[in-house]
Every structure is written in structure tokens, then in C-alpha cells.
């Protein structure tokens, strides 16, 4: 069974950089066919996809953010990594990471649980 | 950048109800068109992928139609269980979510 867990600190100053880790188990980040995502969500509202990573390395963001966000992964430790820099008090979200399955229309099966990022001063 | 709208943005139902959510792409995704559902401090739960295959483990009470910019997603007889907020998903060019369909308790 694939599982993800998010983690992170849980509060980031404005204009410094969030960095999130997830950590994966019962799968790998660095084989098979897959793409590893990050997804959030504000407070009351929908989501938002932020990005992915392919097991090759291949990534892809979305355009609103591509400027400040890179996704990268550690096949030594299993984990996918999440910065997004230059944050500001609209960052502030639920951060969840997810596994694409790329043969089902690159859906979501696996998510984390999320983890609560505010960006206060 | 392909848009996303769902509606409606929120609907109540009752139990046994037969509710439809649709979502429209702002361009042609084929059928790249997944479904999820959303329950208070969880994450999404995949539905249906691909615009109208059933995951594992979902009743069959869920389905899934269209293709091209417009899509369905219909529950046929609701469950307690059910309400809950929906969104779809494009994977056609990037990704991209609709903003959700809130089904509420009539």
C-alpha cells in the first residue's frame, strides 16, 4: 500500500521560503512510470495543483507559480520536496502530496494527509 | 492555461436523490477528466478517471460521462455518506482543478 506523509514547518515569515518534504513508503520516486505531485488548498477554497515530478526527473508547474516553486526528489531517502519561494500571506494552505497514476489519466490515487503551512511575520 | 468550471457551485439533496455535478473545460481535454470527493479536513478521494472509469473500491452508485469540454459526474441514489464537496481535474495540458461542488443535506 502506498502511503505519503507530508511534513514541514508549519509557519514561514513573509518574502522567506517554504520547504515541505514528503515522505514515501511502499513505492519509489525514482522508478516505474509514475509522476509525484503537490496540490494545496487555502482555507475554504478549492485546490490547486502546484506540480510534478516525474521518476526521471521530468517537471512540469503550474504556470501561476512557476517562478517561484521547484519540485525535486531524494530516491535515496524516497522523499519528494516541495520550495516555493518568496511567500506571501496568499500561501498560506493546506500543502498535500500526491502519486499520479499515469496509465488512469494521470489521477490522483494516493494522497498524504496535508499539512497546514501559515505565512505570518 | 485550460479553465475549469463546475456547477453547480453548490447544490442540497436529500437522501436517495439523483444528483448531477457537470464540469466544462475551456478547451478540447479528449477524456483526461478525473473526479474527486472532499469531506472536512481529509484529503480528496479519487472517484472516477479518465471521464467515466470507476476506481476501485467506489460504489457503482458513482459514475462518470463525457468527453471533449463538457462532463458529468452523477450519483445515482445519495448516501448519507455522500455529502461532501466535488471537484474535477484536467490532465490534458498540465493540471488543473474546477473549484468545487458543495452537495449539501436538504
Known amino acids: 500500500q502506498v502511503q505519503l506523509q507530508e511534513s514541514g514547518p508549519g509557519l514561514v515569515k513573509p518574502s522567506q521560503t517554504l520547504s515541505l518534504t514528503c515522505t514515501v513508503s511502499?513505492?519509489?520516486?525514482?522508478?516505474?512510470?509514475?509522476?509525484w505531485s503537490w496540490i494545496r488548498q487555502s482555507a475554504g477554497k478549492g485546490l490547486e495543483w502546484i506540480g510534478h515530478i516525474s521518476t526521471s526527473g521530468i517537471t512540469d508547474y503550474n504556470p501561476s507559480l512557476k517562478s517561484r516553486v521547484t519540485i525535486s526528489t531524494d530516491m535515496s531517502k524516497n522523499q519528494l520536496f516541495l520550495s516555493l519561494t518568496s511567500v506571501s500571506a496568499a500561501d498560506t494552505a493546506v500543502y498535500y502530496c500526491?502519486?499520479?497514476?499515469?496509465?488512469?489519466?494521470?489521477?490522483?490515487?494516493?494522497w498524504g494527509q496535508g499539512t497546514l503551512v501559515s505565512v505570518s511575520s | 492555461d485550460i479553465q475549469m468550471t463546475q456547477s453547480p457551485s453548490s447544490l442540497s439533496a436529500s437522501v436517495g436523490d439523483r444528483v448531477t455535478i457537470t464540469c466544462r473545460s475551456s478547451q478540447n481535454i479528449i477524456d483526461y477528466l478525473n473526479w474527486y470527493q472532499q469531506k472536512p479536513g481529509k484529503a480528496p478521494k479519487l472517484l472516477i478517471y479518465a471521464a467515466s472509469s470507476l476506481q476501485s473500491g467506489v460504489p457503482s452508485s458513482f459514475s462518470g460521462s463525457g468527453s471533449g469540454t463538457d462532463f458529468t459526474l452523477t450519483i445515482s441514489s445519495l448516501q448519507p455518506e455522500d455529502f461532501a464537496t466535488y471537484y474535477c481535474?484536467?490532465?490534458?495540458?498540465?493540471?488543473?482543478f474546477g473549484q468545487g461542488t458543495r452537495l449539501e443535506i436538504k
Open positions: 511502499g513505492d519509489s520516486v525514482s522508478s516505474g512510470s509514475s509522476y
Open positions: 481535474q484536467q490532465t490534458y495540458s498540465s493540471s488543473s
Open positions: 500526491a502519486k499520479e497514476v499515469v496509465v488512469a489519466a494521470a489521477a490522483l490515487e494516493y
